[in-house]
């Protein structure tokens, strides 16, 4: 899967030997190591790997929350380059949407200002339209008036959605969507992420350690120890589960090979 | 639970600097003016420098006993608000009501205590000012020595103790009264009505200020300066009525400046606007303070301008020296509460606004630039600085107005605008420099580790 598509007109994601170390002192950490890969558009891709083997870092950096250390980032073509924070979240607003696991909605915004908010900061006009027809969308078109506050996970997290996808970004970055979910509302969310790509072409990259989330995805890529360990394809919870014990044996061998 | 409350001291020095330094400044002060008693009660003292000294001594230390115990309790509840959620866990693992209570009074007690025993070397410095200004200005006999003693130590101590317990108390009450589920809604989700009590008192506090303000026109109208007596409480329970009606008043406020605020302010004012609608509770809180500085300085300090300004009255039973104390005392309390009013003002807005840390940073990742989460909090910070020099001066006019009539037979005072303009300068750049400072501090922290608390 990596690699192999760099030259298509379609790519929403671009590393090219991306790495992020962390701290400067005795005992950097090593978080993304030398990490290249392309994701076409319209795709639906899940980032795998145990806990602390980059995912989050990997996310950060690709969405532009983070700088790397070294390599390069480009998102429908654009390089993202450093600048200050201004520069950073212009260029997010306009090419980037987000779902987190803790949601991050405002909560002193009503379900729809939250939903036209990111439009407004681009000082766009807030299609207050649009806005509805998406949440209608992921079944919220009774709740606009709400507040966060007076909704369950399960329903603040599509409002996360609905708010990543009214500014048809050029990708959507999800950093572990449903780990603050009951399985109820996890795969409702789920199914809403692959219909966003199956349906409107939205490109998705999630990170997860869940394989049942991960099998929603059109592919896998692993991470162990912040190197890409592998892909597959047309992923299914079985096929995921096995691959990633086996990471697990690979990362415990690592450290003999190691830097 | 008392061993619990040194321990939750220790690791959260932060949230207890206001509350340390308010008891402190009070202790300091109190102290400084009880001294002046146990000096009164020396060897060798006349009647007049007695009476001089006693009433200073019982002035100060009154609206000492008042304003820290405000400052305290406008402290605590904020260190307490923001630890909601540790309240909410205590309980939840079985805390009853009582022992969260006993907690919170105990902290207080353990902060007093010390605030209280450093204040001791300082305000005996300070009290042996006070009688060497006293004497310079020949209020008090030259040959009186200074004493420092019972008198200084008990009501100082005892005044700050009992401050920080009854502050704290009112604090606990409030915490203890929400349940579990509520304390950790409530920092989201704020209702913004007032309690029945709240209105009652604020009423009543609005009805004493206005009968002080009617009382120094129809009973010293040409009595000189004997007309203070009423005019300058009548600015402070005045203020003291509009401050409590923060909430209402905060509401009102915004209600007129949404516009204009959407208009100009573009994304940052319409921010803005949501964000002080729905933290009216937040935004009353540190409403409070400005209304109180801008009120009572005004008031008390235009007061004695005019009285300055105005040819001697007939009618008046005090005497000139007696006068000169008073306009030592007036400055003193208006300095006193001034620096409360400061500390108070900073404490809660940098407090709050630190406490948005997450929120902004959640903004920040749904596309705000920094300058728009900073110009967002400015026009927060206008709104409330517009409300509380707007109130303020309004709780002023009660004493300005009809003390100038009373003096002068006019009702605008013909004193310089100066004093006014200082003011007003001062409360609008405490409050903007406190939000934005805090602020620009809150969004140092990258988005991504804001939001992850
Ligand atoms: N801000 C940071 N400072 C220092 N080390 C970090 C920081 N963030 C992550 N790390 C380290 O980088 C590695 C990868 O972390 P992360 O990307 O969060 O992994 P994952 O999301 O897969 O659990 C871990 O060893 C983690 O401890
Ligand atoms: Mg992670």
Redesign the pocket.
């Known amino acids: 899967m990596p690699e192999h598509d760099i030259t298509s007109a379609a790519e929403a994601l671009r590393l090219v030997q991306v790495s992020k170390t962390?701290?400067t002192g005795d005992n950097p950490?090593r978080?993304l190591d030398d990490v290249s890969l392309s994701l076409a558009a319209g795709t639906f891709t899940a980032i795998m790997?145990?806990?602390?083997?980059?995912?989050?870092?990997?996310l950060?950096c690709a969405a532009g929350l983070d700088q790397p250390t070294a390599g390069r980032v480009f998102i429908d073509g654009a390089e993202l380059t450093g600048g200050s924070e201004t520069a950073l979240t212009k260029f997010r607003r306009q090419r980037i949407g987000f779902i987190f696991q803790q949601f991050n909605l405002l909560p002193t915004l009503t379900v729809l200002q939250n939903v036209t908010l990111p439009l407004r900061l681009a000082g766009k006009r807030a299609d207050r339209k649009r806005a509805i027809a998406i949440l209608e969308r992921v079944g919220l078109g009774d709740r606009i008036g709400h507040r966060p506050a007076e909704l369950s996970g399960g329903q603040q997290q599509r409002v996360a959605i609905a708010r990543a996808l009214v500014t048809n970004p050029s990708a959507i970055f999800a950093d572990e969507p449903t780990g603050a979910l009951d399985s109820r509302s996890a795969r409702t969310v789920l199914s809403l992420l692959a219909e966003a790509v199956r349906e409107f072409g939205q490109t998705v990259v999630m990170?997860t350690h869940d394989p049942v989330a991960a099998s929603y995805a059109d592919s896998v890529i692993f991470?162990a120890d912040?190197r890409i360990a592998g892909s597959l394809d047309r992923p299914t919870a079985e096929t995921v589960a096995e691959r990633m014990t086996h990471l697990g044996d690979a990362v415990t061998l690592r450290p003999a090979v190691g830097e | 639970m008392f061993g619990l409350a040194v321990r939750s001291l220790r690791h959260r020095t932060g949230g207890f600097v206001a509350s340390f330094l308010s008891m402190f400044l009070g202790a300091t002060v109190v102290m400084a003016f009880a001294a002046l008693l146990d000096t009164a009660g020396g060897s060798g003292v006349d009647d007049v420098s007695e009476e001089t000294l006693t009433t200073m001594a019982l002035v100060v230390g009154g609206w000492g006993l008042v304003i820290v115990l405000f400052a305290v309790i406008s402290t605590m509840t904020l260190s307490v608000r923001q630890r909601a959620g540790e309240m909410a866990l205590l309980k939840s693992i079985g805390a009853t009501p009582f022992q969260v209570g006993r907690m919170i009074v105990g902290e207080a007690a353990a902060v007093a205590v010390v605030a209280a025993a450093l204040a001791i070397l300082p305000a005996m410095g300070a009290g042996r000012l006070l009688l060497e200004l006293l004497q310079n200005t020949d209020q008090v006999a030259e040959g009186i020595s200074y004493g420092f003693g019972t008198a200084a130590l008990s009501i100082g101590l005892g005044v700050t103790f009992l401050a920080a317990v009854s502050g704290a108390i009112v604090t606990a009450r409030r915490a203890t009264k929400q349940r579990a589920k509520e304390a950790m809604t409530a920092v989201t989700v704020e209702q913004a009505r007032m309690s029945r009590k709240r209105v009652i008192a604020a009423i009543a506090f609005l009805a004493i200020g206005l009968n002080c303000a009617i009382l120094t026109v129809a009973l010293f109208d040409d009595k000189g300066i004997d007309a203070m007596q009423t005019a300058g409480q009548a600015s402070i329970w005045f203020s003291i009525g509009l401050a409590l009606f923060a909430p209402v008043l905060v509401r009102a406020v915004t209600a007129v400046l949404a516009g204009p605020l959407r208009l100009l302010g573009g994304i940052s004012g319409y921010l803005a606007v949501e964000n002080v609608r729905r933290r009216t509770q937040h935004m009353a809180g540190a409403l409070m303070p400005i209304i109180l500085f801008t009120g009572i300085a005004t008031g008390t300090l235009y007061m004695q301008s005019i009285e300055n300004a105005a040819p001697p009255a007939a009618g008046s039973s005090i005497p000139a020296d007696e006068a000169q104390a008073i306009e030592t005392l007036n400055f003193v309390v208006v300095g006193m509460l001034s620096v409360f009013a400061a500390i108070l003002v900073i404490n809660t807005l940098v407090a709050a606004t630190t406490y948005r840390r997450r929120e902004f940073g959640q903004q920040r990742l749904a596309g705000s630039t920094p300058p728009q989460v900073l110009s967002m909090v400015g026009m927060e910070g206008v709104v409330l600085a517009a409300a509380g020099v707007l109130f303020g001066s309004i709780g002023s006019i009660v004493t300005v107005f009809p003390y100038s009539l009373a003096r002068t037979g006019e009702l605008l005072p013909d004193t310089t605008i100066g004093i006014y303009v200082g003011i007003v300068s001062t409360a609008a750049v405490l409050t903007l420099a406190s939000c934005l400072g805090a602020a620009r501090k809150a969004i140092r922290v990258p988005a991504v580790?804001a939001v992850a608390v």
């Open positions: 962390y701290g950490v978080a790997g145990p806990s602390g083997s980059g995912k989050s870092t990997f950060q990170v991470l912040g | 580790q």
